[in-house]
DNA sequence: ATCTTAGAAGATATAAAAAGTCTTTTAGGG
DNA sequence: CCCTAAAAGACTTTTTATATCTTCTAAGAT
């Protein structure tokens, strides 16, 4: 049960080395996607949303590729994880108050919610730099 | 991410109901699907699950049906689920030791485990007993 | 200008899991 | 022996996950 998707693992994982990069170097999508083991292909879908909410920043052509989208300390995991596998539910009831009609009265309802806020805020507190191992340094 | 599935739903709902209910009360799994709004198909399937364990004990035949296997201040919310959805892990790396072969390593990997160690915190400590709603004296 | 490089976008394919149903069998009463 | 109700397992349908492929667009190199 609660199992991440490969996707959210990939995206995780993908960003996680990118981060760990230096700013100014631009990186390859297929040295990312070999560095942490992920389908190229694949990885090129996850990258395309980060891209389109700023969370990477891309460039086309000759000498092209991602870069990060901004500080790795501002970005936190939970960010990370709901950009590709969407928010947080660990039951329906949790998405809004309301979607279950029986969520008034329901003595269970309140567990649910619990849980999302406790995940949520471990997920929080995790920033990608805390998660980016010092590779700075290491060899193209 | 992290959803429950249905099946999870409705075997939690079908298990509080037959909690709430008297123990010496056998109730046909028609009646328990009606009351909670469950596919009676589906929550037979259910239930056959959780007779298996214990969870609730069986009775065929005229006058068969269900009772609830044992006192529901025994019986924790993270049993039912884990009976039913399989153990609660985030990622693959949470199963076990050594399932990733990163893990040794990974930065990422001990977040899980907290995020899994929360989560089962907070499922074992809500029992059938806190979530069965007084209708323990209401009509058949 | 055009060629090459590399990502963007969207369609498509395959596989697995979830959700639900149906049929046959077994046990227990009346 | 007949009726009731669950057990067991096969089966169907739908949805989601996983992955790939093709076409298009942007940018630098020649
Ligand atoms: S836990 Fe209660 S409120 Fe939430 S989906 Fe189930 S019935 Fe509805
Ligand atoms: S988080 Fe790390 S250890 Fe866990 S599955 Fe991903 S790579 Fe492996």
Redesign the pocket.
């Known amino acids: 049960m609660m199992e991440l ?3 959210g693992e ?1 995206a995780i994982r993908g960003i996680v080395y990118l981060a760990s990069r230096p700013m100014d170097q631009v990186c ?3 040295d990312i996607a070999a560095a942490v083991e992920v ?1 190229p ?2 990885l ?2 996850i ?2 949303q980060f ?2 909410i700023g969370l990477v920043k ?9 870069i990060i989208g901004r500080d790795p300390e501002k970005i936190t995991l939970l960010e990370v994880v709901e950009a590709v596998e969407g928010p947080i539910v660990p039951n329906r009831c949790a998405i809004r108050e309301g979607e279950c009609p029986r969520d008034a009265s329901c003595t269970i309802h309140p567990v649910w919610l619990n849980v999302q806020k406790q995940v949520r805020s471990i997920l929080k507190k995790v920033t990608l730099r805390d998660l980016a191992a010092n590779t700075t340094s290491l060899p193209t």
């Open positions: 998707t490969r996707k990939y390859l999508l297929s389908p292909t694949f090129a879908k990258f395309q891209s389109k891309s460039y086309r052509g000759t000498g092209g590729g991602f």
